[in-house]
Structure formats: C-alpha cells, structure tokens
C-alpha cells in the first residue's frame, strides 16, 4: 500500500492549480499534507495563513482508487465546488477522522455545488 504526503512546500507550488484527478492508482491509501514544516507543528484553521491550501482547487475527481480509504486531505481545498468519487471499493468516508486539530469546520465543503458518489460499498459516512 502506497501512502502519498505532500509537503507545505509542495502544495504552495501548485498555487493554480483548478482541477485534481487522480484514478487507477489501485496501490494508493492514503493521501496527507503534512501541517509541520522545517520542525513547526501546525494545527489547521480555516484562519491560518500559514498553513498549506489548494486556494483555488475547485474540482476534485477520484476514480477507481480501489485502496483509497478516505478523502481528509480536502479539508486542504476551502473553495472545492465539484467533488466525485467513483469505484473506490476500500473508501469509508470522506473527511475522517484524524490526528489533526481542526478548529472549526463549519465552512467544509461550504462551497460545494457538485457532489457525485458512485461505486462506494463501504461508505460509511461523509
């Protein structure tokens, strides 16, 4: 099982990136942005300038990712408007739960227009 985590740095280099979509990656289960950068520990707010964001990620599709058990690293994208999930057979939930402090999530997904679900036997809860 392959685990993919994102460096602070990383995710603040794809500043323009609109559309995400991952699919066929049968390996992958998990994929992390990693809040702690140079030895500082970060916790996530929806007010924290500091922290990594896809500011301007707004479509995210997920195809066929059998191994894929959950979607948490979206709390990353405050302006995600499109969101499908399809042929994920592993997946339980979408936003689970996790290490990391979330101050408030009451803007989650607060934008989302589009939500497609297809193929998701295990789904336990979004």
């Known amino acids: 099982m392959i685990s993919l985590e994102l460096s602070p740095s990383c995710v603040q280099a794809m500043v323009h990136l609109e559309t995400l979509q991952i699919s066929s990656c ?3 289960n998990d994929v992390k942005i990693n809040a702690e950068d140079k030895g500082k520990r970060g916790f996530i707010s929806r007010y924290n300038m500091f922290l990594p964001k896809f500011c301007k990620l707004h479509e995210v599709h997920i195809i066929s990712c059998s191994k894929l058990l959950n979607l948490t690293w979206l709390i990353y994208a405050p302006c995600l ?4 999930v399809s042929a994920c057979e592993s997946m339980e939930e979408v936003i689970g739960a996790s290490d ?8 989650l997904f607060s934008r989302l227009t589009t939500l497609q679900l297809e193929n998701l036997p295990k789904l336990k809860s979004i």
Do not use: F, I, M, P
Request: aromatic share 0%; net charge negative; no cysteine.
């Open 100 to 107: 990391t402090v979330v101050e408030d999530n009451s803007g």
């Open 81 to 84: 408007q499109s969101l499908a």
């Open 26 to 28: 049968d390996d992958l």
